[in-house]
């Protein structure tokens, strides 16, 4: 059976950058959503969209022991990207893959992005999020109602990238004519609930006009994160993207990803890091462009204008800048100010210590806070070191269960 397509990105209302990447090369869809909170997402995420379009090019990806393959090249390809980068160190995403045959659909997951089934008008959830708080509604320590609102349920468990390793969920679920999927990532299931999805699946018959409310529906919720839909609509037709009036697009990742799909140069992290030497450097060296003055003058002139910028810097910017680090003894620490030397000098200040120490953190976590992890607030700098503490805990416990475990069997 062949699905009608509709498929849309968008940025939400929040976020600078897009994360997310998709894939629409049929019978192989996929959503990838750039991890959260760490360097370069989007890159990690148009990788694992680029090597699984390679794959299936290859015709290699066509059948469901072929999927979980690619999803694990793909792995492969972002963790060795982020082992000879430091600028991309840290980096991963989730991938929730689709590969449309005969009369079923398999699916290949890891991550937080969702395939939802609306049948007969009832919406089921197909995947299980790779999430601290899924884990814990699982384990029954969290109510799924609590879940949807619990500060850490943006926490994954499982990404592509991050570890040479990667366990793949699969699945096989049977389609009928009638049937529409839904792929997503947490930018639309976080921000609407699973009646809201239902009702635009419901009465949206063209894929396309369905994405689009859905997104629009994010948005208006707050988007506040990236917000990716891919709907496939088994109605009986001739399949395709679905037939759309002029103002309809084609997904943009499919056009790149199957027209470039061996063009390695082409992914490119979207915005460079910022480089705050670098703007500082520019506008302290302004007056010197007035060359006609005496240079006594023009001496003095810069003189005074870098104090006052790095005075204007150190209260302007370092004041409002926190970061999450490892302090002297290997606790984490909040801190005030920027984790690197500006010119020579630092402006660091350690607020707040933890009892947590980095060796405790999962390895890729403790990468991410050797790096420091930047917050835009102190409140989002306490909730990042709550996350932190919150996973070194739960390795904890997963720890002392596999010990209890071996020691009873
Ligand atoms: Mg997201």
Do not use: W
Not at 247 to 252: F, H, K, L, Q, Y
């Amino acid at each position: 059976m062949k699905p009608s397509i509709g498929a849309k990105s968008d940025v939400g209302r929040v976020r600078d950058g897009n994360e997310d990447s998709y894939l629409v090369q049929e019978p192989i869809f996929v959503v990838a959503d750039g991890m959260g909170g760490h360097l370069a997402g989007d890159v990690a995420s148009r990788i694992a969209v680029q090597t699984i379009s390679e794959r299936a090019g290859d015709g290699a990806a066509a059948d469901p022991e072929a999927i979980e393959k690619a999803v694990k090249e793909a792995n492969a390809a972002i963790y060795e990207k982020a082992s000879s980068d430091p600028s991309l160190h840290g980096m991963g995403t989730t991938c929730t893959l689709v590969l449309v045959a005969d009369s079923e659909i398999h699916i290949a997951h890891v991550g937080d992005s969702r395939a939802y089934l609306l049948r007969d008008g009832e919406l089921s959830q197909l995947t299980e999020d790779h999430t601290l708080v899924g884990r814990m509604v699982k384990e029954g320590r969290l109510q799924p109602e609590e879940a949807e609102r619990h500060p850490q349920r943006s926490i994954i468990t499982r990404a592509l990238g991050v570890d040479d390793h990667v366990e793949v969920d699969l699945q096989t679920i049977p389609v009928e004519e009638g049937d529409k999927v839904l792929i997503c990532s947490d930018g639309l299931s976080s921000m609407i609930d699973s009646d809201s999805i239902q009702n635009v699946l419901a009465s949206n018959d063209d894929p396309q006009r369905a994405v689009d409310e859905l997104i629009d529906r994010a948005n208006d919720a707050g988007g506040e994160d990236n917000i990716t839909a891919v709907v496939l609509a088994f109605d009986g037709g001739e399949g395709g993207l679905a037939a759309r009036g002029a103002e309809s697009a084609p997904p943009t990742e499919e056009v790149e990803a199957t027209r470039s799909p061996r063009r390695d140069e082409s992914v490119q992290p979207r915005a460079e890091p910022k480089d705050v030497t670098g703007a500082f450097e520019v506008s302290a060296a302004r007056p010197s462009r007035r060359g006609s003055r005496p240079i006594l003058v023009t001496l003095v002139l810069v003189a005074l204008v870098i104090a006052a910028a790095a005075a204007a810097f150190k209260y302007l910017i370092v004041a409002n800048s926190y970061y999450v680090a490892a302090n002297d003894t290997g606790r984490l620490a909040i801190y005030r100010g920027l984790p690197d030397e500006v010119m020579g000098m630092t402006f660091q200040e350690e607020l707040e210590t933890s009892d947590v120490t980095v060796d405790e953190l999962p390895s890729f976590l403790m990468e991410d806070v050797n790096d420091a992890i930047e917050a835009d607030s102190l409140e989002h700098a306490r909730t990042t070191l709550a996350n932190l503490e919150e996973r070194a805990q739960d390795d904890e416990f997963q720890r002392r269960r596999d010990a209890e475990d071996g020691g009873s069997g």
